[in-house]
């Protein structure tokens, strides 16, 4: 809004948006103005690169995607209840990215939708009442999707109801069944599923579906493994139950390998949905399944923008873009794990990576003060990254497909510089705040005292150590 000062428009957002609508940074909110390709720019005229924004699937404004926006909005907008060429030239184009037998498309607005719809066209065909889930998933914002993200239901203090069953993440680095330690973790994390499904039968639930991320973003980027998806695809079926694959985050060229996250697994999902990333952020969604249920609707706008980013994929070659600079990032990541203790691990496959952070490697510990502090040293040094996962201490780098191979060099050695000077901190008692003044204006003076006199937990094996920094998260409740 023309006109208002930065400090003007945070003070609106808190007068007139609602606190569940969080910053990216709450502690030390930036003012993006532009983004083009891979870039974000502030107020100030400031570069940022953008390792975060996997919604902008082929880059902020891509000019190609946005003169098709453009160029369609000049001819019609009408919904699909009018005949319109765009909407079958778009779905012909899409579907031609899935197996043959994925054969139909019913268009929705957004990836919340897209998954209320999966659920609800399983319920039906079933005739069941009950969804499997993968503990700490996240799949929407509808009541539907809402009730099977664990992870939302956990830091809500919101119990699970009674006909979701909430299957253990099968995380072999950090979870209850680790690599080293159980003989097969695969088959206990089977088991312990089974169990699970067998439980809820007992009780009079029969199972309608299964709905799963091939590769579990919000768990904190957890490739499953081995066989771990297939096995788990033919367990619920087994219980009468049908398999939704999320690919709101995974989908559409990220893993570099293939199209979708699902075909890396070696698995057939009943349905496929997709997000706004098919739209390069542009409201729209789908979901995918096969020929025996009716076609959905959708308008000429957004079909126009789907075609357009399809087009772009293809063009620029990003499928093979995705693989070999996610190959590039994870080297990257892997070397600086071997010269720094607080990479715990590294995972992923093409632009779709997680780092890990542990304050001890040997007990990994998950450490969310490290990531979250390292994300604000990267926003001062202009490089936008996440953390998440269910004890937020993952780095999660899933940037717009443009990004280069000049961007994934600078940003892992960005990175390497960034945690030697964190790690210098902690060694050295050192708050770990270069100017608390400017990362914390927003708690003010009390919990800024408070910042630079708190310390984190840096217990190391065989000896007891002070503690440096607690989380921006917690001291904002102190308020």
Same mark, same amino acid.
């Given at each position: ?25 709450? *502690? ?53 209840? *009018? ?30 939708? *897209? ?103 919000? *768990? ?260």
């Amino acid at each position: 809004m023309s006109g208002l000062s930065f400090e003007e428009a945070l003070a609106l957002r808190q007068n007139f948006v609602g606190r569940a609508c969080q910053l990216h940074y709450e *502690a030390d909110p930036v003012k993006m103005c532009k983004g083009s390709m891979q870039y974000l720019y502030d107020d100030k005229g400031d570069e940022f690169l953008d390792c975060v924004s996997n919604v902008c699937h082929v880059g902020h404004c891509q000019p190609d995607v946005v003169a098709s926006g453009r160029d369609e909005m000049f001819n019609s907008s009408f919904s699909s209840s *009018a005949d319109g060429l765009e909407m079958s030239l778009y779905s012909k184009k899409l579907l031609a990215t899935f197996p043959p037998e994925l054969s139909v498309c019913f268009f929705v607005n957004s990836g919340s939708e *897209a998954n209320d719809l999966a659920l609800r066209m399983a319920r039906e065909l079933t005739r069941a009442d009950a969804v499997c889930c993968i503990d700490n998933s996240y799949h929407g914002n509808v009541s539907s999707s809402m009730d099977v993200s664990p992870l939302k239901l956990k830091r809500l203090g919101v119990d699970k109801s009674d006909d979701v069953i909430i299957l253990p993440c099968p995380d072999v680095y950090r979870g209850v069944f680790q690599e080293g330690r159980d003989p097969d973790p695969v088959g206990s994390y089977l088991d312990a599923s089974e169990r699970l499904l067998q439980e809820a039968t007992n009780k009079g639930h029969r199972i309608a579906a299964l709905i799963s991320e091939a590769l579990l973003s919000f *768990a904190g980027m957890i490739i499953p493994p081995g066989d771990y998806l297939y096995r788990l695809y033919m367990l619920i079926r087994r219980y009468g139950g049908l398999c939704i694959a999320d690919e709101i985050q995974t989908g559409l060229g990220r893993c570099g390998t293939a199209w979708w996250g699902f075909q890396t697994q070696g698995v057939f999902p009943d349905f496929v949905t997709i997000g706004k990333p098919i739209g390069n952020g542009y409201p729209m969604a789908a979901v995918i399944t096969t020929q025996h249920i009716a076609q959905y609707g959708s308008n000429p706008l957004v079909c126009a923008i789907g075609l357009a980013v399809l087009n772009v994929i293809e063009k620029e070659k990003y499928l093979l873009h995705a693989r070999t600079l996610g190959r590039v990032l994870l080297d990257g990541f892997r070397a600086l794990q071997q010269k720094h203790r607080l990479i715990g691990d590294v995972r992923g496959i093409g632009l779709w990576i997680g780092v890990e952070m542990v304050s001890d490697r040997l007990r990994k510990t998950p450490s969310k003060e490290v990531a979250e502090l390292l994300a604000y040293r990267l926003k001062e040094r202009r490089v936008i990254i996440g953390f998440d996962g269910p004890d937020r201490n993952v780095m999660t780098i899933t940037p717009p497909l443009c990004f280069s191979t000049e961007n994934a060099h600078g940003l892992v050695s960005l990175f390497g510089e960034l945690l030697t000077e964190i790690e210098d901190d902690i060694d050295s008692g050192r708050p770990m705040a270069t100017n608390p003044s400017a990362i914390y204006s927003a708690f003010g003076s009390r919990q800024q005292m408070l910042l630079e006199d708190i310390l984190v937990d840096r217990t190391f094996p065989g000896e007891e150590q002070p503690q440096v920094l607690n989380s921006i998260h917690d001291l904002q409740e102190l308020d």
